[in-house]
């Protein structure tokens, strides 16, 4: 061999050995929740996971029944009680039909008014990210939104996208939103209308036909993985909703719950009211997401056809009920495998 290709070899070796060198994985959760405060639970959880960085919702926007025009919702309440050694990322939920009717100046305003809301609830932040599932209806207004946004945010700020599946799979058809990175949210992926044996918080079935396409996504991606559960609460056949955390009913109750065959469904027996939710006798309530097994075979299945490169990992979303329905080894296992 002569000198020429002896140098190109280990120039090829020196680049691979930097590339791997270089690519680490940041443990992170989303944080989804008005009022903040943690638990004993949820800072151990931070610690043992050595995360350092935290998504935070601050507030959601939508349109106003009464003004039809877009206000914010849900306002994250006590911000001053987050841990001063955490990395902090704001994140602005908007629902995509905000920008159905949204004209060219109506955009600019809400970039104006959501940037400003942002700043006066925190000073100093290194990244925004804005939560939206556009569509091809909205892209254009939604694509001006970020543009703008990004023009008012603090001088070296990111700006981050969350990308669904279907975004990553049609990019032509849904164009590649104007920002510095995506945060891919492998997750909510099956039809919640359909009440069937299928997971739609996750179904491995489905995520095969989305999964080739994300290597060929021209946006960074950092990921987040599902550790929540939830019923989806059904009538005659059509939902009505989803009973997430502080709602979830006591399905143990044979008074009020019995458990059809399938075992991860429940018929309601006598009608209640409990934590806020009506329930009618015969309603069905079918459970989701994702034992230990399943969260840990996601996670490799998103591994194996991620790019190789420094990236977050993002659990969704940091809670006592979600932290306790998983071995502590699952998670360390789950966030391991993109190392």
């Known amino acids: 061999m002569n000198k020429f290709l002896i140098r190109v070899n280990f120039f090829i070796i020196g680049l691979v050995l930097l590339s791997c060198s270089n690519t680490t994985t940041q443990p992170s959760f989303y944080y989804w929740r008005t009022k903040v405060h943690f638990s004993e639970k949820e800072k151990e959880a931070l610690k043992e996971l050595r995360v350092n960085t935290l998504y935070v919702r601050f507030f959601d926007v939508d349109l106003s029944d009464d003004t039809h025009q877009p206000v914010p919702f849900g306002v994250v309440d006590s911000l001053n009680v987050l841990p001063v050694d955490l990395s902090i990322i704001p994140v602005v939920y908007i629902t995509n039909r905000t920008f159905l009717k949204l004209k060219e100046a109506a955009v600019v305003t809400l970039a104006e008014q959501v940037v400003h809301k942002v700043n006066g609830l925190r000073k100093n932040y290194s990244e925004l990210q804005i939560d939206c599932d556009w569509s091809e209806k909205t892209k254009q207004q939604y694509f001006n939104f970020l543009k703008k946004v990004k023009e ?188």
């Not at 669904?164 to 164009?175: A, M, S």
């Not at 510095?180 to 069937?196: I, T």
């Open 152 to 339: 008012l945010c603090p001088a070296h700020t990111k700006l981050t996208a969350t990308i669904r599946l279907h975004q990553v799979k049609y990019p032509l058809k849904t164009g590649i939103p104007p920002v510095d990175g995506g945060m891919l949210m492998f997750y909510n992926m099956g039809n919640l209308r359909k009440y069937d044996g299928s997971n739609s918080i996750f179904d491995a079935e489905i995520a095969r036909k989305y999964t080739s396409y994300i290597k060929g996504y021209i946006l960074h991606l950092d990921v987040a993985l599902p550790i929540f559960r939830w019923y989806v609460h059904y009538r005659n056949g059509n939902i009505q909703g989803l009973i997430t955390k502080k709602q979830l009913p006591d399905v143990s109750d044979t008074n009020y719950f019995k458990v059809n065959e399938n075992k991860i469904s429940y018929t309601v027996v006598h009608p209640q009211l409990l934590n806020g939710i009506y329930y009618k006798k015969d309603d069905l309530l079918k459970f989701e997401a994702l034992n230990d097994e399943e969260l840990a075979d996601a996670a490799k299945l998103l591994q194996e056809n991620l790019v190789p490169e420094s990236r977050r990992i993002v659990l969704y979303d940091l809670d006592e009920l979600n932290i306790n329905y998983y071995e502590k080894e699952t998670l360390k296992k789950v966030l391991a495998t993109f190392n």
